[in-house]
């Protein structure tokens, strides 16, 4: 199938720093791209929706100024936690999808711990 | 919200048929059954999925009620690397996939 990279896979950072997660698509353009988080023992849950050269669609409750998504070209998007607080420690998961939207592919996930 | 509801936890002998049950009985005419799986620590995989007709590939086989509003995802022969969390999910093909808390499947030796 079709081959998501994310990166990096895990990440320590100190309360206060901002954390930038890579997510490409590999031999696909993707014009639409997931992110979502999950905590210990829960399912994952829908961040934001990213589609290339405009501005990401945020789900309720989640701030779109402390998590930035940008969508740059139809292979990269980035999500930066910007002031990272120890309650952002999660798994941060994005996903692609390819042609007709009929599939969704996933990154490996990011588990970024905050200290 | 999701929209179905699955089992939180099921075993299955290693070698045996895998049979996980899901039922989206307010699924719409227009939102495929999507199966994915998720292996500790990793992201998701996607396994299959159908419209209404039964639907079968490499992985598994998704069995589709003729109303609509149950489905089972069978593995043939689990194996012990089949363990993991398995997600049903209904979703209109150009829609948001949501997650529910899905089926944890322990594939025992």
């Known amino acids: 199938g079709a081959v998501v990279s994310q990166h990096p896979s895990r990440v320590i950072c100190k309360s206060g720093t901002s954390v930038k997660i890579e997510c490409r698509s590999l031999d696909f353009q993707a014009t639409t791209m997931f992110w979502y988080r999950q905590f210990p023992k829960q399912s994952l849950m829908l961040m934001a929706t990213s589609n290339e050269g405009s501005k990401a669609t945020y789900e309720q409750g989640v701030e779109k100024d402390k998590f930035l998504i940008n969508h740059a070209s139809l292979t990269l998007s980035t999500l930066t936690v910007t002031s990272a607080h120890p309650e952002d420690s999660s798994f941060y998961i994005c996903?692609?999808?390819?042609?007709?939207?009929?599939?969704?592919?996933f990154g490996s996930g990011t588990q970024l711990s905050v200290l | 919200d999701a929209k179905t509801t699955q089992p939180p936890s099921m075993d299955c002998a290693e070698g045996r048929a895998a049979n996980l049950p899901c039922n989206h009985s307010t699924i719409s005419g227009n939102e495929y059954v999507y199966w994915y799986r998720q292996i500790h620590s990793q992201g998701p995989q996607y396994i299959i999925h159908?419209?209404?007709n039964n639907e079968t590939n490499e992985m598994a086989s998704l069995i589709i009620t003729e109303d609509r509003k149950s489905s089972t995802l069978i593995l043939p022969h689990a194996t012990l690397r089949d363990t993991a969390v398995y997600y049903c999910i209904v979703r209109p093909l150009t829609g948001k996939l949501i997650f529910g808390q899905g089926t944890e499947l322990s594939v025992k030796p």
């Open positions: 159908g419209l209404k």
């Open positions: 996903s692609a999808t390819i042609g007709t939207n009929e599939k969704l592919f």
